[in-house]
């Protein structure tokens, strides 16, 4: 039974930093490319990164966060990372984590609110 759990979240000043993890358990967490994507209220959900399988070796982001965040792996702790620095009130949204798979598999997102 595979479980996603994300937690980092919270309030920060614009121009400061956050680190997401996403834990997973139940599966064979090194076999699988991992991504993050995260939704404003009243917006679609948007993808923001993705990490290779293995080492993470291939990694991209969306052009809004390009140079800001940096996406990371940790297979002896089945754990991804989603570093933020430089966060602006337009990355306030609730992150998710998602395991690229057969089939769909998503954490219950964590809430990063960026606000003087």
């Known amino acids: 039974q595979v479980q996603l759990a994300e937690s980092g979240g919270g309030l920060v000043q614009p121009g400061g930093s956050l680190r997401l993890s996403c834990a997973a358990s139940g599966t064979i967490f090194i076999s699988y490319a991992m991504a993050w994507y995260r939704q404003a209220p009243g917006k679609q959900r948007e993808w923001v990164a993705t990490?290779?399988?293995?080492?993470?070796?291939?990694?991209n982001y969306a052009d809004s966060v390009k140079g800001r965040f940096t996406v990371s792996r940790d297979n002896a702790k089945n754990t991804v990372y989603l570093q933020m620095n430089s966060l602006k009130p337009e990355d306030t949204a609730v992150y998710y984590c998602?395991?690229?798979?057969?089939?769909?598999?998503w954490g219950q997102g964590t809430q990063v609110t960026v606000s003087s």
């Open positions: 990490i290779s399988r293995g080492s993470g070796y291939i990694i």
């Open positions: 998602k395991m690229i798979r057969d089939g769909d598999y």
